[in-house]
């Protein structure tokens, strides 16, 4: 099989911004007041922003309404997509390899859009993906696969020409599911996962070196 395309996730997989994210949890329920459960991030990971921002009101009594847990959750965010956050070690040099291949590429993501966006051109590579998906772009998260669908349809190739590559195991059981090749990334935050991970996936890696060779991109030609 040649594929076309790939999709890439981008929090634990491009970016090293998982372990951020746990923090932050934690970061805004102590500031209302609350202990935060010890499996709080392992739930809210696979949520939109909209569904975990409607989560903390609900389960924790927030006196907030969600739009605002999400917009504080966004300004605690900030300043780390903003100044701090680093790619994944290898992952610039892939996306350039792929560039250089002439292979589509786009981000699908549930992180918010102004972050992305922000760490996309500090980091100078946002002129590499064609689109940028978000469950603010009117698909769901990535419980249904209407964000793959409507990321390859935007880069032109049908799920089972694209590679999705993703960090978290539910992401990756809906990108496979939906008939799309799906690679997992290895991230310290979802270690638990791995074993489901690689079963779920065509292929596990645990760096970009691992991909980013001339028998990979082989298996790939331009539209």
Known sequence: MQYKSIIFDMDGTLLDSMGMWQQLDRRFLRENGIEPPDDISEIVKKMTVDTSSAYFVERFRLPMTPEQVKERIEQLAAEAYQEKLPLKTGAKEFIEAAA???????IASVTYPALLDAA?????IRQYFRCILTPDSGTEGKHAPDIYFETAKLLGTAPAETVVIEDALYAAETAAAAGFCTIGFRDASAQADWAALSAVCSRTVGSW????NPAFFAAFRTV
């Open 209 to 212: 070196s691992e991909l980013n």
């Open 100 to 106: 250089l291949h002439k292979i589509p590429c786009a």
């Open 120 to 124: 996309l051109k500090r980091l100078g």
